[in-house]
């Protein structure tokens, strides 16, 4: 498929033959939900923790004697039962992360890809190089696509256009080699270089199978 390529003022100037596989795949929602649901898992800290019996302050003391009061039997004032004791299967550290298969990773990138380029929210982008840090520009080029909530996709080196973007609060840099589901569904608005498309294309190119080609053809 052949897309145009524009500049910061949204004029086009040239084009560019895309990957079909990879800018136009089949949309699996249903691979969306698994990847975007491991990577918030993968971002929970797991630091969360209650004290136990053993945590709390406290005497190990009998708080009273085991019959003839009239009261439940008890063997320390630290017990889940009092106030200010230890507390009954609460939450502890643990690692919430996991990983789902590789393949299926990609198969839900070139998804939200190839979403993004039907929705023609993908906009390949030229000359978006800007010689100072001003966050006032990376508004206006914005602006001129209409996009208000926006994912910025490029090489880790044009820093420039990353501190730019920082202060914009619907707005992200993302490099190229950092590019994944979450947050290309999280923005309205996908930009990616010119440049960067041959590296996501190598990372991401996969060859039809026997029925998608049928399909296509027929």
């Known amino acids: 498929m052949k897309v145009a390529i524009v500049n910061t003022e949204n004029k086009k100037v040239g084009e560019l033959e895309l990957d079909d596989s990879v800018f136009a795949a089949k949309v699996r929602p249903n691979l969306f939900w698994e990847v975007v649901r491991m990577q918030l898992a993968n971002r929970r800290a797991g630091t969360s923790k209650t004290k136990t019996t053993h945590d709390v302050a406290g005497s190990n003391k009998k708080p009273y004697k085991q019959k003839g009061t009239g009261r439940a039997r008890a063997g ?5 039962v009092f106030r200010g004791g230890g507390t009954v299967h609460g939450p502890q550290p643990r690692d919430h992360s996991y990983e789902i298969p590789k393949k299926a990773m990609k198969v839900a990138l070139r998804s939200a890809l190839s979403l993004r380029s039907s929705e023609q929210k993908l906009h390949v982008i030229k000359g978006w190089t800007p010689s100072a840090t001003k966050t006032k520009d990376a508004a206006k080029v ?24 920082r202060n914009l609060p619907k707005a992200k840099f993302l490099a190229v080699e950092a590019l994944n589901v979450y947050d290309i569904l ?3 608005h996908l930009f990616i270089a010119a440049d960067a498309i041959p590296g996501i294309t190598e990372r991401l190119h996969t060859v039809p199978s026997r029925s998608e080609r049928a399909a296509k053809e027929g």
Request: aromatic share 6%.
């Open 142 to 165: 914005l602006q001129a696509f209409q996009a208000e909530k926006a994912l910025i996709v490029d090489k880790a080196e044009n820093e420039k256009l990353h501190l730019s973007v």
């Open 76 to 80: 320390q004032k630290r017990s889940m």
């Open 186 to 188: 999280k923005y309205d």
